[in-house]
């Protein structure tokens, strides 16, 4: 099973390095299905409840996607003669499949219900890794336009609105992880180099928040305030992490926003700023309310402090405490 696995893994990184790396269209497109074919065995290898379905579901989304994509490439080449009328058209259908691919709003619909039925790992993997070669390609045709603004908006506004009343942990990571798609186009408007920094720290929260969901087997809010009625360190961590998700200073996560909206203010981009920073604010709203249960002593908390005996754990939450102090002594060096 693991050199099943480890061999999927592979193949699944083989086709996303195709895919970021080759010159023809035709090797993009199949860097992109190797990977897909690789990721679904991935998916089903865990055994978890609900990974037939969401293996399934995700299949049918991508050959979606992926048939735009072909169509996309073969429009512009069978028609030459009038390229330059046909490019808006074939470029739009490229992206929004792009778009579809990674589960950026408006074409996210499939994104959270996927993500819900997978393991912790293969979540993280969907969150992360399987974002690399639909962010790269965007980044190679990235033209600031109205569409991509309003993708912008839309991936922020919904992926923090629709976060209300969820009681999924993997729901509402699936809903935060199209709120920072918005985050990461938006940098590639005008810097294309720094939205790797932004999507490396976002996977580095990520991991650290998966890390604990899986070694105490947290599912859902039930799940975690049970746990932390007994482990004030468990407590103190998961709040650590939602802030930093959030952007909240002093903590890792704030870095990354604060460069992008740094970026757009000395751009003019002044609306976009003002909207992003208002959406943002909504979003830690969710995240407090969320967290206000376990703020709560109830009578059955441990009141005495429990250690959390992984050091990984404890290492990789000291570092999202310290890390913006960190990034911002390297950042004033260089």
């Not at 499949?97 to 790992?121: D, Q, R, T």
């Not at 609105?161 to 992880?177: C, F, G, M, Y």
């Not at 798609?181 to 998966?210: A, C, D, E, K, P």
């Not at 992008?260 to 003002?274: D, Q, R």
């Amino acid at each position: 099973m693991k050199t099943m696995k480890l061999m999927f893994l592979i193949l699944m990184m083989s086709g996303t390095l195709i895919s970021i790396s080759a010159y023809s269209w035709i090797n993009i497109w199949i860097g992109l299905e190797l990977n897909l074919l690789a990721f679904i065995p991935i998916m089903n290898l865990d055994n978890f409840k609900y990974s037939s379905e969401s293996s399934l579901k995700y299949f049918l989304v991508q050959v979606s996607a992926s048939i735009l994509v072909l169509f996309s490439f073969l429009n512009s080449f069978i028609l030459i003669n009038s390229i330059e009328q046909l490019m808006p058209t074939s470029m739009f259908l490229f992206n929004s499949a792009i778009l579809m691919k990674m589960g950026a709003a408006p074409f996210h619909f499939w994104y959270p219900e996927v993500l819900e039925g997978l393991s912790w790992a293969n979540a993280l993997l969907l969150m992360t890794w399987q974002k690399i070669a639909p962010m790269i390609l965007i980044m190679y045709n990235f033209k600031l336009n109205l569409f991509f603004i309003l993708i912008i908006l839309m991936c922020m506004t919904l992926g923090s609105v629709k976060t209300w009343n969820q009681t999924s942990l993997k729901k509402i990571l699936a809903l935060s992880s199209i709120n920072h798609i918005g985050w990461m186009l938006s940098m590639m408007m005008l810097n294309q180099s720094l939205w790797m920094l932004y999507f490396l720290i976002y996977t580095f929260i990520s991991l650290n928040m998966i890390l604990i969901f899986n070694k105490y087997k947290i599912f859902n809010i039930k799940d975690l305030m049970n746990n932390m009625n007994y482990n004030k360190t468990l407590k103190f961590y998961f709040f650590l992490n939602f802030f930093s998700l959030g952007g909240i200073p002093p903590f890792l996560g704030f870095f990354p926003k604060w460069l992008i909206l740094k970026t757009l203010i000395e751009n003019h981009f002044y609306f976009l700023s003002f909207m992003m920073i208002f959406i943002t604010l909504i979003c830690m709203y969710i995240y407090m309310r969320l967290m206000l249960q376990s703020l709560m002593m109830k009578l059955n908390e441990n009141k005495k402090f429990n250690y959390i005996n992984s050091y990984y754990v404890i290492f990789l939450n000291w570092v999202n405490i310290y890390g913006l102090i960190i990034f911002t002594v390297i950042f004033s060096i260089y």
